[in-house]
Antibody, heavy 117, light 109 residues
Framework: QVQLVQSGAEVKKPGASIKVSCKTS????????IHWVRQAPGQGLEWMGR????????NYPQKFKDRVTMTRDLSISTVYMELNGLTSDDTAVYYC??????????WGQGTLVTVSS | SYVLTQPPSVSVAPRQTARINCEGD??????VHWYQQKPGQAPVLVVH???DRPSGIPERFSGSNSGNTATLTISSVEIGDEADYYC????????????FGGGTKLTVL
């Protein structure tokens, strides 16, 4: 079955960087884009960007363009999301999800990132 | 950038029909997708492309899209439907970004 399995929870200090992984299985890795979405405590969903595993092309919203980088490793069907310059506002659950035509049909389990001094 | 507006909360009694709106400028020109999220869980796709249901989603979940309003309709609401619901569209005009509504908490009385 299709699965997206994310790396575990992390605690980071302000100013640090975080790199979350999303390991995929059960489908052709290069056939679907992977998106990242985050959710701050008690808040809604916020789109952070997408990566095309086939071309390595990415799209980021203006809010994250200077701080986020999405990459992939074809050999292990895994996508990574790195976020720099962490502040307390980046405390959130981070999700990866796959898409074929703009709807996110399978999601990872989420990774809690806590930013605290 | 494109904005999607949802009511913060909707309440409904069991076995009644719940309707959750998602408002956006000429939203009928876009494909709208809906997600259900229960506490502590990842979102689950319940309707895509305005009115299509993924496999495994009950027929009680349906969607429509007209004018400036898209609607998720849940008929014969069950206790287990209590959750947050989010609408989402692709905004091809602004950095090709995905946009989420603010979410609606469905309470089953």
């Amino acid at each position: 079955q299709v699965q997206l399995v994310q790396s575990g929870a992390e605690v980071k200090k302000p100013g640090a960087s975080i790199k979350v992984s999303c390991k995929t299985s059960g489908y052709t890795f290069t056939a679907y884009w992977i998106h990242w979405v985050r959710q701050a405590p008690g808040q809604g969903l916020e789109w952070m960007g997408r990566i095309n595993p086939k071309s390595d092309g990415t799209n980021y919203p203006q809010k994250f363009k200077d701080r986020v980088t999405m990459t992939r490793d074809l050999s292990i069907s895994t996508v990574y999301m790195e976020l720099n310059g962490l502040t307390s506002d980046d405390t959130a659950v981070y999700y990866c999800a796959r898409t074929l035509l703009h709807f996110l049909d399978v999601w990872g389990q989420g990774t809690l990132v806590t930013v605290s001094s | 950038s494109y904005v999607l507006t949802q009511p913060p909360s909707v309440s409904v009694a069991p076995r009644q029909t719940a309707r959750i709106n998602c408002e956006g400028d000429n939203i009928e020109r876009k494909s709208v997708h809906w997600y259900q999220q229960k506490p502590g869980q990842a979102p689950v796709l319940v309707v895509h492309d305005d009115s299509d249901r993924p496999s495994g989603i009950p027929e009680r979940f349906s969607g429509s899209n007209s004018g400036n309003t898209a609607t998720l309709t849940i008929s014969s609401v069950e206790i287990g439907d209590e959750a947050d619901y989010y609408c989402q569209v692709w905004d091809s005009n602004t950095d090709h970004q995905e946009v989420f509504g603010g979410g609606t908490k469905l309470t089953v009385l």
